[in-house]
């Protein structure tokens, strides 16, 4: 059956420093990979989407990787700062999503 | 006005009551879905429609039904709800973003307790 890990439950960082979050995947093959936040008590907000045949892609302070043949993706935040604690989800995409359990990131000032 | 709404934001009910989750969206988009949250599993589907006359099951729909009232409307109904029917219900649309981007918009979430 498909399944998708991120690296650990919980990261702490020193603000400023760059926080990678790992997304690993078996199973599947997805037609792209898509990154959400989530804040506590909220929906998960989507921030980026990398497509099979991409191998990074870029929005303001993050970077997205897809090595589908290690079938995994990194999210990097360079000059992490507090505001970017929250929960980061991975979710792969063909007809439909199917998520990972979440990374929650924290960023210490 | 939030995109995504769903009703109640927070219940607490008892075993074998029947419940109904309600979701309602501005966006304009055909698909829907309902997805669980539960600590340590992520998020999982359990039904969705790509339109009105065409509805889903997901990963997890047993004990589950749903209804597709209008473009705009996606309720789900726990008919006889259990204590592990407690969790984080999301509701989403899925659509274009700008670019061209496909992604989901989700709601605010309903907070169930099943006692």
């Known amino acids: 059956s498909q399944k998708i890990e991120q690296n650990s439950e919980a990261l702490n960082i020193q603000e400023g420093k760059t926080a990678t979050l790992t997304c690993n995947y078996t199973?599947?093959?997805?037609?792209?990979l898509q990154w959400y936040r989530q804040d506590p008590g909220r929906g998960p907000v989507f921030l980026l989407l990398?497509?099979?045949?991409?191998k990074e892609k870029r929005k303001e302070r993050l970077k997205v990787t897809f090595d589908t043949t290690l079938k995994q993706s990194l999210f990097h935040i360079t000059a992490s700062q507090p505001a970017d604690s929250a929960t980061y989800l991975c979710a792969l995409g063909r007809q439909n999503f199917v998520f990972g359990p979440g990374t929650r990131l924290s960023v210490l000032p | 006005d939030a995109d995504v709404t769903q009703t109640p934001r927070n219940r607490i009910t008892k075993t074998g009551k029947r419940i109904m989750l309600e979701c309602s969206q501005t966006k304009g988009h055909d698909r829907m879905y309902w997805y669980r949250q539960d600590p340590g599993l992520g998020l999982r589907l359990i039904y969705y429609s790509f339109d009105v006359k065409d509805i889903n099951k997901g990963e997890i729909s047993d004990g589950y039904s749903v209804s597709r009232q209008a473009q705009a409307k996606f309720s789900l109904s726990l008919e006889s709800a259990i204590p592990n029917q407690t969790a984080l219900y999301f509701c989403a649309t899925r659509g274009l973003a700008e670019g061209g981007t496909d992604t989901q918009y989700f709601g605010p979430g309903t907070r169930l307790t099943v006692l």
């Open positions: 990398i497509r099979e045949n991409e």
């Open positions: 199973n599947y093959s997805p037609a792209y």
